[in-house]
């Protein structure tokens, strides 16, 4: 049975740090990406990261918006996937969903429908 379960969320204050986890279990992701929802917005990308063919490294991708203070990293031995979130602002409050996919989609990493397992999500909140 695949299962994705997110940690790692809480309230933080403008300018603080979490991080994320998203353990795999049941079977291995090439594509495993990041997405969060706001009350009232729609599902939004924020980073993926899709492993070279012989899970030797990855690539990683992320939204304009988190671009050098989110950074998204990989543990292929605990089949886990981070996501750390430095620089957090008000705007950055949502629920996070972790989401994989098991095979590599490296032009299509930033569209949710892509994906075929999804974590329950872990809410995230920066207070000003």
């Known amino acids: 049975q695949v299962q994705l379960v997110e940690s790692g969320g809480g309230l933080v204050q403008a300018g603080g740090s979490l991080r994320l986890s998203c353990a795999a279990s049941?079977?291995?992701?090439?594509?495993t990406g990041w997405f969060r929802q706001a009350p009232g917005k729609e599902r939004e990308f924020v980073a993926a990261?899709?492993?070279?063919?012989?899970?030797?490294?990855?690539?990683?991708y992320y939204a304009d918006s988190v671009k050098g203070r989110f950074t998204i990293s990989r543990d292929v031995a605990k089949n886990t996937v981070y996501l750390q979130m430095n620089s957090l602002k008000p705007e950055d409050t949502a629920v996070y969903y972790c989401?994989?996919?098991?095979?590599?989609?490296?032009?299509?990493?930033?569209?949710?429908?892509?994906?075929?397992?999804w974590g329950q999500g872990t809410q995230v909140t920066v207070s000003s």
């Open positions: 989401a994989a996919k098991t095979s590599r989609i490296p032009t299509t990493y930033s569209n949710y429908g892509r994906y075929d397992s």
């Open positions: 990261i899709v492993a070279n063919i012989n899970w030797s490294g990855g690539t990683t």
């Open positions: 049941g079977r291995t992701f090439y594509t």
